[in-house]
């Protein structure tokens, strides 16, 4: 059965992204120190068309997160620019430049309606703007029987972990402390969701544990 | 050098006790299940004074947090009950029963001033009205060269980071997602830590993440 699975950087203390996320520094303050383990990796840098780089014990995990994907779902904020611009009607083409790593559908959660937007090397952008659930459904429908990606940011994985939604859950958990930002987890209080360690890989730099997630 | 250490359960989502702590449940709603993989090794039950359990790869990591330990500091909720009580002129001997699982000196935070309280076992506790690094200081000297353990709760350990005197965390980062409760990792934001991960182990229902701290 398809899957939606996630696989995201997060620093000691639960931040996906630092604080102050601006046009500019969309990752926030710090938060490019929650990717510095994988922009080593050679693995990564030959995805995104460059040479040398290292092969340690994140390399297969990376791989692995490349398996078996066959459509993505991201929130907006992923996608445009935190707190507005008029990317919904404009020529704002994403974060990911013109040929994104993504190279399959990804479906943006938003409220504002587009045309879809076709990237060089196979991605293309939809706009949905009725629901996750929704825009989840024409993910897998997208990936014909393989599993979603969800890409984040936080917002995003946090509505599909309320909805019981998720099914694997794979965190990288970085030795980095960045005190303020985009928590992961937040506004679960009353979601009912239960986590399966899976396993859990130590590798430079970071610690990978993944999760298979139920309802409780 | 002595160290300050702290090794501690956490959930998934951050949280070192569950929500709405009282005198019935010091480790609030579904807290317990953050120390489920400890009950149930031989290890911990055996210096509990009872028989059986399992060894797996928890194992030498809970050997591990006991070896060259001299002294404990705990905060005044780890103590006693959350938000009061007369215990700091009164009878209240802290939750741990007449012979507490510490067997040295631990030194309580507290604005209460009271006499040192001994009991079974080789645990003293003493009460520490002159702040966080008086504490330390005096745990220190009471340690005679080992190192002092930071028992917790999530306050304290707050404290001891923010000001650069926490040496090495280690998380057991356990399968749960609590939802609320007490966050380990909060007011940090003008804190300038910097972690090292030193290691990580896969163990059933459990992943092990040790770190050392040290001030940016």
Redesign the interface.
Same mark, same amino acid.
């Given at each position: 059965m398809s899957k939606l699975r996630c696989h995201i950087a997060i620093s000691?203390?639960?931040f996906v992204a630092g604080?102050n996320q601006s046009e500019e520094n969309p990752i926030g303050e710090g938060g490019e120190r929650l990717h510095g383990w994988m922009l080593a990796l050679a693995a990564w840098r030959e995805s995104h068309g460059r040479e040398g780089g290292e092969v340690n014990e994140s390399t297969r995990i990376v791989e692995e997160t490349r398996e078996n994907v066959g459509a993505g779902v991201m929130g907006r904020n992923m996608f445009g620019p935190v707190g507005g611009g008029d990317w919904g009607v404009g020529q704002w083409k994403g974060w990911w430049g013109d040929d994104p790593p993504y190279h399959d559908d990804v479906f943006i959660l938003t409220h504002h309606p587009r045309e879809p937007l076709e990237m060089e090397g196979g991605t293309t952008f939809y706009f949905v703007t009725d629901g996750v659930e929704r825009a989840l459904e024409r993910a897998k429908e997208s990936a014909d029987g393989q599993d979603v990606r969800l890409w984040g940011g936080a917002e995003a994985v946090q509505q599909y972990l309320a909805l019981g939604l998720l099914d694997e859950l794979e965190?990288h958990?970085v030795?980095? @402390?960045l005190?303020?930002g985009a928590? *992961?987890?937040e506004n @679960?209080?009353?979601?009912e969701?239960? *986590?399966?360690?899976i396993?859990?890989?130590?590798a430079p730099?970071?610690?990978h544990?993944k999760?298979n997630v139920t309802r409780g």
């Amino acid at each position: 059965m398809s899957k939606l699975r996630c696989h995201i950087a997060i620093s000691a203390d639960g931040f996906v992204a630092g604080p102050n996320q601006s046009e500019e520094n969309p990752i926030g303050e710090g938060g490019e120190r929650l990717h510095g383990w994988m922009l080593a990796l050679a693995a990564w840098r030959e995805s995104h068309g460059r040479e040398g780089g290292e092969v340690n014990e994140s390399t297969r995990i990376v791989e692995e997160t490349r398996e078996n994907v066959g459509a993505g779902v991201m929130g907006r904020n992923m996608f445009g620019p935190v707190g507005g611009g008029d990317w919904g009607v404009g020529q704002w083409k994403g974060w990911w430049g013109d040929d994104p790593p993504y190279h399959d559908d990804v479906f943006i959660l938003t409220h504002h309606p587009r045309e879809p937007l076709e990237m060089e090397g196979g991605t293309t952008f939809y706009f949905v703007t009725d629901g996750v659930e929704r825009a989840l459904e024409r993910a897998k429908e997208s990936a014909d029987g393989q599993d979603v990606r969800l890409w984040g940011g936080a917002e995003a994985v946090q509505q599909y972990l309320a909805l019981g939604l998720l099914d694997e859950l794979e965190l990288h958990i970085v030795p980095v @402390l960045l005190g303020d930002g985009a928590r *992961l987890f937040e506004n @679960l209080a009353s979601a009912e969701i239960e *986590l399966e360690q899976i396993r859990a890989v130590e590798a430079p730099g970071v610690t990978h544990v993944k999760y298979n997630v139920t309802r409780g």
